[in-house]
């Protein structure tokens, strides 16, 4: 099967940066979009950012000039570049793709298990 690992979730102070990695694993044939969720507590799970494989990219209006996503296709990796953070930025992060399986040929929907960021002095 195919699996996301996400890391790079952490605390960081308002005004600071971190850098999320989200790496597909397994039985992949090809990757089409990539994004990044978020859920904080008691709100709805919200797209942040993603990027087609012809490296496209769309953003939430509250992160458009802070976050930058970007992909490696040969490592089969997705990244959200978070500058200028924010309290309100705080959440679980979720990465999200859809992978062609191997050995199918057909695509699946894949979520990583979550990252917790942390914004706050």
């Known amino acids: 099967q195919v699996q996301l690992v996400e890391s790079g979730g952490g605390l960081v102070q308002p005004g600071g940066s971190l850098r999320l990695s989200c790496a597909a694993s397994?039985?992949?044939?090809?990757?089409?979009?990539m994004g990044w969720y978020r859920q904080a507590p008691g709100k709805q799970r919200e797209l942040v950012a993603a990027?087609?494989?012809?490296?496209?990219?769309n953003y939430v209006d509250s992160v458009k000039g802070r976050f930058t996503i970007s992909r490696d296709n040969a490592r089969n990796t997705v990244y959200l570049q978070m500058s200028s953070l924010k309290p309100e930025d705080t959440s679980v992060y979720y990465c999200n793709a859809n992978i062609v399986v191997g050995e199918t040929r057909r695509p699946l929907e894949v979520w990583g298990q979550g990252t917790l960021v942390t914004v706050s002095s």
């Open positions: 397994g039985s992949i044939f090809s990757i089409n979009a």
């Open positions: 990027i087609t494989s012809g490296a496209s990219t």
